[in-house]
C-alpha cells in the first residue's frame, strides 16, 4: 500500500481555507490527507508534529506571512515541497520565492482545476522524493551487508601483509581516512560478545573508525584516525577498553603506526603484550622505537636461556624462547633483525664452546636468507633450522657411548634425518653390511633400522609443531616423502594428529 501524502495548507479565510479542502478532498479522496491552519503560529505547530509533505500558504496573513513561515518550515525539513498563493503580482515576492526553493508561485483566483493539476503534480514529486530514497536505503542496507566481508578482508591482508595496495583497497573501499592506526586484541577467556560490540561502538563515538574480526582465537581490532594518534586518544581509546572488560580478561595493546604496511607490526606487538588489565594495560606511545639496551637485554636473556636448556637437553624450552624471540625481532626492519640475529648467534658459539670440544668458526655460522620485509614472518623456522644444523651435531662430543657403533649410527640418524636415509647409506658410512647394522640395532635396541629413523624424525618434528611451524614445512623439514606418512607415523608413535598435537601448544 503507498504512503498517503500529506498536504498543509495555510490560508487566514475561512471561506477559501474550507474551498481548498473541499477541492482536495473531493478529488484526491484517500489518498491524501488535508490538514489547515489559519495562520502562522498554528501552521508551525501542525508542521513540527506531522511534517507534511506538501504546503499550499497563503503570503498575506496576520503576523507571520507566508514566505517567513516558509523559510521557517524549511529549518524542520528540507524534502517538504512548497507553493505559494496570493493575490499580489509582485516581483519582490517572486524573487524571495525562488531563493527560498519554492515550487511554484500560484495566483488568486484558483480555479479547481488549477489546483488539481499543482496538487497532483506535487504528489508526483513526492513519490519520486520517495523512490530515491528508499533507493538510498536499499544501497545503505546492501553496503551495511557488505562491510563486514570488506572488514574481514581488510584484517586479512593486513595479517597476511598483502602489501600496501591491496590493504589500501580496502580502505577506500571501506571509506576511511586513515593517517595512522593502532592494533589491539581482546582474548575471548572471560569477555562476553556484547562487550566487544560495546568497544567497538564506544571507539567510534570517540571519533575513531574501528573494524574487529575474530581470527586465531582472539578478537583482533584496528583503530584508524584521520590525523595522528596523540597521548590523550591512546588515553581515551584504553579507557574505553577498561571500562568494557573485566580485570580478568586478556588484552595486547600494539604501537602506533602511520603506515598501513606497519599494522602488521603493531599486531605483533599487540600479541607479545597481551596480559590480564588487573597488570596494567601499557600502550607504545613512541611509535615502536626501542633502545639498545632493550635489545642487548633480550638477547643476552635468549642466549642464557637457550644455552642452559643445551645442556640440560630441554629442547621444550628452547623452541618456545626460538618463538618468542623472533615474534620480538620481526617488530623492527630487516636489517635490525639480521644484526640481531648474527649477534645472538655468535654469543651462543662463544658459550657453547666452553662445554664442547668442536670449534665452529664464525664463517660457519649459517645466514637468515629473508628477501624483503614480506617475509620476516619465516624468520621463527629459520632460526629453529639454524640450531638443528649448527648446534644440535655438538652433543655427539658430549655422550660416553660415542664410541659404539650404534650411537654412531643413532647420530647420525639425528644429524641427518632432513635428507632421505636409508639402511645400504648408512652401512655404506660406516663401512659394513646392511645386514649387520639391521641386526645390531635390533639387538641393542630392540627395534628396526626404520623404527629408529622414524622416531627420530617425529621426536623433531614435535619441537617444530611445538614453534607452531606449518605442517607442511615440518614435513619438508623431516624428510619424510609424504604428508600422509608423516600423519600416520605421528599418530602411531604419539596417538594424536599433527594438528591436535599442535593445538595443544597454543
Aim: proline share 3%; net charge neutral.
Amino acid at each position: 500500500m503507498e504512503k498517503q501524502c500529506t498536504v498543509l495548507i495555510v490560508e487566514d479565510e475561512e471561506i477559501e481555507r474550507q474551498s481548498l479542502i473541499s477541492i482536495l478532498q473531493g478529488y484526491f479522496k484517500d489518498t491524501i490527507k488535508v490538514y489547515a491552519a489559519a495562520h502562522a503560529l498554528e501552521a508551525l505547530e501542525l508542521y513540527k508534529r506531522f511534517h507534511h509533505d506538501i504546503v499550499l500558504s497563503d503570503i498575506e496573513m496576520p503576523g507571520m506571512n507566508g514566505l517567513q513561515l516558509i523559510e521557517e518550515l524549511k529549518k524542520e525539513n528540507l524534502l517538504t515541497i512548497f507553493y505559494i498563493v496570493t493575490s499580489y503580482d509582485d516581483f519582490s515576492y517572486a524573487q524571495k520565492a525562488i531563493q527560498l526553493g519554492i515550487e511554484d508561485f500560484i495566483l488568486k483566483p484558483v480555479t479547481p482545476t488549477q489546483i488539481i493539476k499543482t496538487i497532483a503534480k506535487a504528489i508526483g514529486l513526492v513519490k519520486t522524493q520517495q523512490n530515491q530514497k528508499d533507493a538510498i536505503s536499499t544501497l545503505f542496507q546492501r553496503y551495511g551487508n557488505i562491510r563486514p566481508i570488506l572488514e574481514k578482508g581488510c584484517i586479512y591482508a593486513i595479517l597476511t601483509r598483502r602489501g600496501e595496495m591491496e590493504i589500501q583497497k580496502y580502505i577506500k573501499d571501506l571509506n576511511l581516512r586513515v593517517n595512522s592506526g593502532l592494533c589491539f586484541i581482546v582474548s575471548p577467556k572471560n569477555v562476553k560478545l556484547e562487550e566487544i560490540q560495546q568497544i567497538h561502538e564506544a571507539i567510534y563515538d570517540l571519533g575513531y573508525c574501528c573494524i574487529h574480526d575474530y581470527v586465531n582465537s582472539n578478537y583482533i581490532f584496528f583503530v584508524f584516525y584521520s590525523e595522528v594518534f596523540g597521548i590523550q586518544d591512546i588515553q581515551a581509546i584504553e579507557q574505553v577498553i577498561t571500562q568494557a572488560l573485566s580485570p580478568m580478561a586478556f588484552v595486547g595493546i600494539g604501537s602506533c603506526v602511520e603506515s598501513c604496511v606497519k599494522f602488521y607490526d603493531s599486531y605483533v606487538h599487540a600479541l607479545r603484550d597481551c596480559q590480564p588489565l588487573n597488570m596494567r594495560i601499557k600502550i607504545n606511545y613512541n611509535n615502536m622505537s626501542k633502545s639498545k639496551t632493550e635489545m642487548d637485554e633480550k638477547r643476552e636473556q635468549f642466549v642464557h636461556i637457550c644455552t642452559e636448556a643445551f645442556r640440560n637437553y630441554k629442547d621444550d624450552i628452547i623452541y618456545i624462547e626460538i618463538r618468542n624471540y623472533a615474534q620480538y625481532l620481526m617488530l623492527y626492519p630487516l636489517a635490525v633483525i639480521e644484526e640481531q640475529v648474527n649477534l645472538m648467534l655468535q654469543a651462543v658459539v662463544k658459550e657453547l664452546q666452553k662445554d664442547f670440544k668442536e670449534n665452529i668458526e664464525i664463517g660457519q655460522i649459517p645466514k637468515l636468507s629473508i628477501e624483503n620485509e614480506l617475509y620476516t614472518h619465516t624468520l621463527p623456522l629459520q632460526l629453529v633450522q639454524i640450531f638443528n644444523s649448527l648446534f644440535y651435531p655438538l652433543r655427539s662430543s658430549k655422550k660416553q657411548e660415542s664410541s659404539s657403533l650404534v650411537r654412531q649410527i643413532v647420530d647420525y640418524i639425528e644429524q641427518h634425518y632432513e635428507k632421505p636415509i636409508s639402511l645400504e647409506e648408512v652401512a655404506k658410512v660406516f663401512s659394513v653390511s646392511p645386514f649387520y647394522v639391521s641386526k645390531i640395532i635390533k639387538n641393542n635396541l630392540g627395534k628396526s633400522f626404520t623404527d629408529i629413523v622414524n622416531e627420530c624424525r617425529i621426536e623433531k618434528a614435535k619441537n617444530l609443531l611445538k614453534a607452531h611451524v606449518r605442517i607442511k614445512e615440518v614435513v619438508f623439514c623431516c624428510g619424510f616423502q609424504s604428508q600422509s606418512y608423516f600423519s600416520k607415523m605421528f599418530k602411531k608413535l604419539v596417538g594424536v594428529s599433527p594438528k591436535e598435537y599442535q593445538d595443544m601448544f597454543l
